[in-house]
């Protein structure tokens, strides 16, 4: 559904995660329910915007009621989602902070978050922007770090065969 959706393919997306209502049945209580709000996207941009309202509403509840449980142990992934959907309906202020929630909790993918459409109302947003730098900035010094870290192993393991004759 998410390639789908990405490829501008408004009913195939549809069609996938419409199929997940069935399939939601039978989830356990502690199973994230991950997809709704990508639903409602679509119904939002298939002009059934009335149904959409209605799910992303669905699923704020149920995130937030995720949240309190005591049943998910990380709902870093629920404070995205609902940044996501804040954003999407101009909730920008509420959006942001969920945001920052999301990335206190350890969630910040910096891939989704720049192909994600419910963050297209607020790319511009110099908090926004802030956020996503610092990430970015983040990001990279822990990639210099694992780097560094590689070739210091690589550089033992060379020194490790030169001093061990070869049989």
Do not use: C
Not at 24 to 39: A, D, G, K, V
Not at 40 to 64: G, S, T
């Amino acid at each position: 559904a998410w390639s789908y959706l990405l490829n501008g393919q408004l009913q195939p997306a549809y069609d996938s995660w419409a199929g997940m209502a069935e399939l939601e049945q039978n989830y356990h209580p502690s199973q994230r329910i991950f997809y709704r709000h990508r639903l409602a996207y679509v119904l939002w941009q298939l002009d059934q915007k009335e149904e959409a309202r209605k799910i992303f509403e669905e699923q704020r509840v149920l995130l937030r009621k995720n949240i309190e449980s005591d049943q998910i142990t990380n709902t870093a992934g629920e404070y995205y989602d609902l940044a996501g959907i804040n954003a999407f309906l101009g909730n920008e202020k509420l959006a942001l902070n969920w945001l920052e929630q999301a990335s206190e909790e350890g969630f910040f993918d910096l891939e989704l978050i720049n192909i994600d459409p419910l963050f297209d109302n607020i790319r511009d947003h110099e908090q926004y922007q802030a956020m996503i730098q610092s990430r970015q900035a983040k990001w990279e010094r822990q990639n210099r770090r694992m780097d560094t870290g590689r070739e210091v192993v690589r550089q033992k393991l060379h020194s490790l065969e030169d001093k061990v004759p070869m049989v």
